[in-house]
């Protein structure tokens, strides 16, 4: 194996930057929209987090959708501390760079990018939050069944008000977030990406829910008994008690479905004993990706059943992958879009590690036989948790560490 100056790299330590709230003029008021019941606040809760009777832990209600400066480096990215809304939000900046790098750029007949694909990653304010709204969009668009063809789409993101619709009670304990929701209901992309446009500031406040509006939006689209039937008994709800969070939300922003399983299409599990029941995996290629790698550690691995990605997360339709790493989530991407579809630029790229605590990392993928394969058979056991998740994808690489010293973050090994 191959690294720089025969090291990894060392994030340093974690210091989450908010880029300073430029709205300007009045924040439209939260208007129309249903009232949040006492029956669906509970469910809700339950089916997020397993109990309405305890409140979610505080992460959720202060966590929001903050973009780094757009005048510092990395200023594609979100900025966030290292906890449990990891999952959700390594999925959405997966698709904030799928925006920027290829929904968003122009091309040339020879289907070539107009200005270097770098540029696109130093997005100014307005471009990072053209880059939210539509990434918001897409992610609970798929979650409502929007890309798949099927009739009577709706999209629902709830929103908060100053009223309270829910009492507290033995059954029910306030968080000071879900019981004050009024829902909004959306039959198209087009008026999905206008009101989130419009209210994208309650996602962003500081002192605000982005991360949990976002989780709920996502929910109610898929709808709170679908999401059980997705995580077919393996969870009971959808939050697990992890750091960084639960695959299952992970898979739920990249698939529109939660299910634990990673498997391509349906597989029939079953024994002499009892009938082959049937698991929903990955029922079509997603545009996305997602790599995973467990580790050795107990601690990561103790009770999560592992899945391993197949082809249609592992080759997604463009080189971004979502990222879960002995439990560390990230987002693995290259800014050419031909690298999964032409063999020669397969060979030997470059590729970005980034996660919302800050760090990036650039590494060289080599792909080609070596002669000295062996040794770097061999070496893997010295090998980074980062590039052994590499190799689930490209198995016998040589990686090679390059590019500067990672901005400040968390570290990938």
């Known amino acids: 194996m ?3 100056n025969d090291r990894a ?18 924040k439209p008021a939260v208007v129309g929209g249903k009232p949040i019941t006492e029956e669906l606040a509970a469910e809700l809760r339950v089916t997020a987090f397993g ?15 903050i973009m780094r400066p757009s005048d510092q480096p990395l200023a594609y990215g979100l900025s966030a501390p290292r906890n449990g809304t990891r999952s959700l939000l390594a999925g959405l900046q997966a698709h904030i760079i799928k925006w920027l790098l290829f929904d968003s750029r122009p091309m040339t007949k020879d289907n070539k990018s107009v200005d270097p694909p770098d540029s696109y990653l130093r997005p100014n304010e307005d471009r990072q939050e053209e880059a939210l709204w539509r990434a918001c969009s897409e992610v609970i668009w798929r979650c409502a069944g929007g890309f798949n063809n099927q009739p009577d789409v709706k999209a629902v993101v709830a929103l908060p008000t100053t009223n309270v619709y829910v009492q507290h009670s033995s059954a029910y304990y306030q968080d000071g977030i879900t019981e004050m929701l009024h829902l909004f209901e959306h039959k198209s992309l087009e008026d999905l990406q206008i009101f989130l446009k419009r209210y994208l500031y309650l996602f962003q406040s500081e002192d605000g829910s982005g991360s949990l509006l976002l989780l709920y939006a996502c929910i109610l689209s898929r709808g709170c008994e679908n999401v059980k039937k997705d995580l077919d008994g393996k969870l009971t709800y959808l939050v697990s008690t992890q750091v960084e969070g639960s695959v299952n939300v992970t898979t739920l922003l990249l698939s529109g479905r939660a299910t634990p399983y990673l498997h391509n299409g ?12 049937p698991q929903f995996g990955v029922l079509s290629r997603s545009p996305v990706g997602l790599l995973v790698w467990y580790g050795n550690e107990d601690s990561i691995t103790k009770n999560v059943s592992k899945q391993y990605p197949g082809s249609r997360l592992k080759t997604p339709a463009l080189p971004i992958w979502v990222t879960s790493c002995s439990g560390h989530y990230g987002v693995l991407f290259n800014t ?11 060979r030997r790229f470059d590729i970005h590690y980034y996660t919302c605590g800050g760090c990036h990392v650039l590494l060289n993928v080599d792909t080609r036989a070596h002669e000295d394969m062996v040794s770097t058979r061999n070496d893997e056991i010295s090998a980074t948790p980062l590039e052994k998740l590499i190799h689930t994808k490209w198995q016998d690489a040589k990686i090679t560490w390059s590019g500067p010293v990672p901005f400040a973050g968390d570290s990938p090994n």
């Not at 109990?51 to 959708?65: D, K, N, V």
């Not at 349906?266 to 029941?277: I, K, N, P, R, W």
């Not at 050419?336 to 397969?346: S, T």
């Open 9 to 26: 790299p060392v994030c340093m330590e974690e210091r989450v930057m908010y880029a300073r709230n430029r709205q300007p003029g009045a």
């Open 2 to 4: 191959i690294r720089g």
């Open 266 to 277: 349906v597989q029939y599990v079953g024994d002499e004993d009892h009938y082959a029941m």
């Open 336 to 346: 050419n879009r031909e690298l999964l579809r032409n063999y020669h630029a397969e």
């Open 51 to 65: 109990t309405a009777s305890c409140p979610p832990r505080g992460e959720w209600i202060h966590t929001p959708l």
